[in-house]
C-alpha cells in the first residue's frame, strides 16, 4: 500500500495567518491527491481533488499544489472556521490511503 | 443534493456480526461506486472497501476476510458486513460515493459502533 504522510501534525496558528501543510507520498502518485477538512463530530469534506482543483464551494483561500510525491496545502488567509484537522489520500492505487492528519489549531 | 445517511447497531458483541446499511438521496446509487471508512476515535482515517454500480467489490486486504459489501439498487442504499468483530473494530463508521478520479465528494454523517459485551 502506498503510504501518506502529512507534516506537521499539529500546527498553532491565528485569524489571518498564512498557513501551510505538507504530504508526502511513498512513490509517486502523479497528481491522485486529495485534501479534505474535518471538524470535531463531524464528516470529512473534500476540499481539493486531483492534487490542485477546488472543490465546489471551498472558498478560494484555499489551494492545493504538486505532483509526483511532495504536495502542499495552503490557506492564505486563516479564517476561524478552518480550525480543523486536514487529511491528504492518495487515489493513484488501491486501497486509496489517507495521511495521518495535520490539525490546525488556534494560537 | 447528495446525502448518504448510516444506519445499524450502535453496539456490537465481540465475535459478532456487524451490518450496516447506507442509504443514498438526490441521487442514483447506481452512478456512483460507493465505500466505507472508518475512524477509531482520535485517529485518522482508515478505508473498508467499495462497491461498483455494477456489484464488484474492493476491499483494503487488511480486512478482506472479514468483509462484504453489497448493493441493493431498489432501495438506493449499500450494505457493509464485518464478521468477527473485536475491540480495533470499535470505530465511526461512514459511508462515502468515491469518483472516478477517486476522491469522496460526498459523505454520510457517521455512525458509531463499539464492540462490547
Known amino acids: 500500500d502506498i503510504q501518506m504522510t502529512q507534516s506537521p501534525s499539529s500546527l498553532s496558528a491565528s485569524v489571518g495567518d498564512r498557513v501551510t501543510i505538507i504530504c508526502r507520498a511513498s512513490?509517486?502518485?502523479?497528481?491522485?491527491l486529495h485534501w479534505y477538512q474535518q471538524k470535531p463530530g463531524k464528516a470529512p469534506k473534500l476540499v481539493i481533488y486531483g492534487a490542485s482543483s477546488l472543490e465546489r464551494g471551498v472558498p478560494s483561500r484555499f489551494s492545493g499544489s504538486g505532483s509526483g510525491t511532495d504536495f502542499i496545502l495552503t490557506i492564505s488567509s486563516l479564517q476561524p472556521e478552518d480550525f480543523a484537522t486536514y487529511y491528504c489520500?492518495?487515489?493513484?492505487?488501491?486501497?486509496?490511503?489517507f495521511g495521518g492528519g495535520s490539525k490546525v489549531e488556534f494560537k | 443534493q447528495v446525502q448518504l445517511q448510516e444506519s445499524g447497531p450502535g453496539l456490537v458483541k465481540p465475535s459478532e456480526t456487524l451490518s450496516l446499511t447506507c442509504t443514498l438521496s438526490?441521487?442514483?446509487?447506481?452512478?456512483?461506486?460507493c465505500s466505507w471508512i472508518r475512524q477509531p476515535a482520535g485517529k485518522g482515517l482508515e478505508y473498508v472497501g467499495r462497491i461498483h454500480p455494477g456489484g464488484s467489490v474492493s476491499y483494503n486486504s487488511s480486512l478482506q476476510s472479514r468483509v462484504t459489501m453489497s448493493l441493493d439498487t431498489s432501495k438506493n442504499q449499500f450494505s457493509l458486513m464485518l464478521d468477527s468483530m473485536s475491540a480495533a473494530d470499535t470505530a465511526v463508521y461512514y459511508c462515502?460515493?468515491?469518483?472516478?478520479?477517486?476522491?469522496?465528494?460526498?459523505w454520510g454523517q457517521g455512525t458509531q459502533v463499539t464492540v462490547s459485551s
Open positions: 438526490g441521487a442514483s446509487i447506481s452512478n456512483y461506486f
Open positions: 512513490q509517486s502518485i502523479s497528481t491522485s
Open positions: 489520500q492518495q487515489s493513484f492505487n488501491s486501497p486509496p490511503t
Open positions: 462515502a460515493t468515491i469518483s472516478y478520479s477517486g476522491y469522496m465528494p460526498y
